[in-house]
């Protein structure tokens, strides 16, 4: 499913004392199977935009378009709901939201809320844990007894069981020492791969979105100013300057390996120590 925003402003708390400009004529597309990651300094508009993907928000001007569904100022919340369908997001700190008193019914509770029967739910709850990597006994225990990386997971499961086609991450590792984080990350990159999932991804680290993402986006004070692959934004290292960016370490490091072996990869490989 294309995503693709068109002209796109936001306005927090419009036509009041408090207004405040958050996102301003983003234009930008989404293609269908990529993993996009958004990434600009911190207030330069990644939350808020994340949340027009998933019908969380609507434009205070222009046209987002969610594969056939196109919101605009005027959409009303039933059209808002059914894109919450397609799109699943997990936001920061997931683990947050559980609350039921078994991990089976926790992951449960969504699609049984949007009208799926009992044991399809059930059914889903079991496939996902496994596609999780968590043990099966994980299903009847506590959700507050299991570790944080655990806990993650099965807040992960829970967005997933709406069997969306669409997954965005708001800075899914956050709080998690590095080997937690390259856990996460590569179970998303496996489940882009082998659930042909769009994944969006917003975050902070350069490294991850050179490292798993086909695609990126540049925002900037509310704006999207750059959009390409990892090859082409980070050979624009002046442009990433200005808009107080870097080039990470091991795209460097590539670059210098390149120049010495006379070799040209075809993407940006992966070195296992970033
Ligand atoms: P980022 O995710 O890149 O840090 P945000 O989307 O959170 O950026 O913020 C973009 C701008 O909108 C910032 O100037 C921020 O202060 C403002 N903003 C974010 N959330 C709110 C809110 N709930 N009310 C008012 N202003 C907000």
Known sequence: MDISLQQVGYLYAKDSPFEK????????????????????????????????????????????????????????????????????????????????????????????????????????????????????????????????????????????????SVLVLDEPTAGLDPKGRKEIMELFHHLHKTESLTTILVTHSMEDAARYSDRILVMHEGTAVMEGTPEEIYSLEDQLHSFRLSVPRSVRFQRQIEKMSGQRFDRIALTEDT
């Open 21 to 164: 400009r958050a996102l301003q004529d983003v234009t930008a597309t989404i293609p269908s199977g990529s993993y996009t990651s958004i990434i600009g300094h911190t207030g330069s508009g990644k939350s808020t935009l994340l949340l027009h993907l998933n019908g969380l928000l609507k434009p205070s001007e222009g046209i987002v378009q969610i594969g056939d569904t196109m919101i605009t100022a005027q959409t009303k919340g039933k059209k808002m709901k059914e894109v919450r369908n397609h799109v699943g997001i997990v936001f920061q700190f997931p683990e947050h939201q559980l609350f039921e008193e078994t991990v089976e019914k926790d992951i449960m509770f969504g699609p049984i809320n949007f009208g799926v029967p009992k044991e399809e739910a059930r059914a889903r709850a079991h496939e996902l844990v496994k596609l999780l990597g968590l043990p099966d006994d994980v299903l009847q225990k506590s959700p507050f007894e299991l570790s944080g990386g655990q806990m993650r997971r099965v807040a992960i499961a829970g967005v997933l069981a709406f069997k969306p």
